[in-house]
């Protein structure tokens, strides 16, 4: 089973930047979807960004032009480079793995999940 560890989140003011990463273990990296989701508190856990096997990628109406998704399938590492920040994506952000070809936006979809690294965005 791939594990996976977070890093990069942070405190940063409104329009600031941040890069999250994703570390996974393993050497079947590059057989995974990657998904970046994000739980702020009393919401639910959404999609942010994804990158299928396919090739396809993902991201929320939210995100779209802000955010970009990447891997590196030979770091075994998955980043998600945040940029014009807003305080609404305050949240802990997960990355997470399927085995799903497609882009799929269901977390139950997702086998094996980060710990989390909370992102706060002031205003």
């Known amino acids: 089973q791939v594990q996976l560890v977070e890093s990069g989140g942070g405190l940063v003011q409104a329009g600031g930047s941040l890069r999250l990463s994703c570390a996974a273990s393993?050497?079947?990296?590059?057989?995974?979807?990657m998904g970046w989701f994000r739980q702020a508190p009393g919401k639910e856990r959404e999609l942010v960004s994804a990158?299928?096997?396919?090739?396809?990628?993902y991201y929320a109406n939210s995100v779209k032009g802000r955010f970009t998704i990447s891997r590196d399938n030979a770091k075994n590492t998955v980043y998600l480079q945040m940029n014009s920040l807003k305080p609404e994506d305050t949240a802990v952000y997960y990355c997470?793995?399927?085995?799903?070809?497609?882009?799929?936006?269901?977390?139950?979809?997702?086998?094996?999940w980060g710990q989390g690294t909370q992102v706060t965005v002031s205003s």
């Open positions: 393993g050497r079947t990296f590059g057989n995974y979807g």
């Open positions: 997470a793995v399927t085995r799903v070809l497609g882009i799929t936006l269901l977390p139950s979809s997702y086998a094996s």
């Open positions: 990158i299928a096997l396919s090739g396809a990628i």
